[in-house]
């Protein structure tokens, strides 16, 4: 195999398996990456330190950094399996975001210290409610592609 033959080898993609992280699809992985690290160290930190004073609000952050490192995976895998399993984990966020951010504001003291997804996310510049609303969009836009070319 010629250095040529090789390099297309790399590039080609798996059959049946569609990219989805071509143009706002890498945004979209950088992004949740970032979030990954930032959700689950604070989380990690917080638990590790001060679990007593937050329980629910550091479980909350912990596993809204599982979600994202689920949802950057399989926007990184792709295929059909991966763009619906992200699709689905993507609602179940933006889920999350809206019933945590509208407890804390309707409720404070549920939450003495702030989960990822208080306030909508506005500690986090509200990453965590456009994120997934981008996400949901990139993902339905990408299967709409697909469907087209198909």
Not at 72 to 76: H, I, K, P, R, S
């Given at each position: 195999m010629t250095?040529?033959?090789?390099?297309?080898?790399?590039?080609?993609?798996?059959?049946?398996?569609?990219?989805?992280?071509?143009?706002p699809g890498i945004v979209l992985v950088w992004l949740y990456g970032v979030m990954v690290v930032g959700a689950v160290s604070r989380s990690a930190y917080q638990i590790a330190t001060e679990f007593d004073r937050a329980p629910l609000a550091y479980?909350?952050?912990?596993?809204?950094?599982?979600?994202?490192g689920f949802i950057?995976?399989?926007?990184?895998r792709g295929g059909e399996t991966a763009r619906k399993a992200a699709l689905v984990c993507c609602v179940a966020e933006l889920a999350g975001v809206l019933t945590v951010g509208t407890?804390?504001?309707v409720e404070p003291s549920a939450f003495p210290d702030a989960t990822v997804w208080s306030d909508f996310g506005m500690g986090y510049v509200f990453i965590p409610?456009?994120?997934?609303?981008?996400?949901?969009?990139?993902?339905?836009?990408?299967?709409?592609?697909?469907e087209d070319a198909a």
């Open positions: 250095s040529g033959e090789a390099e297309v080898a790399v590039t080609q993609e798996k059959p049946g398996r569609a990219r989805l992280i071509s143009g479980s909350l952050s912990a596993a809204a950094g599982v979600v994202y950057t995976y399989t926007l990184v407890w804390t504001l409610v456009l994120l997934p609303l981008s996400a949901i969009y990139w993902l339905r836009k990408a299967r709409a592609q697909q």
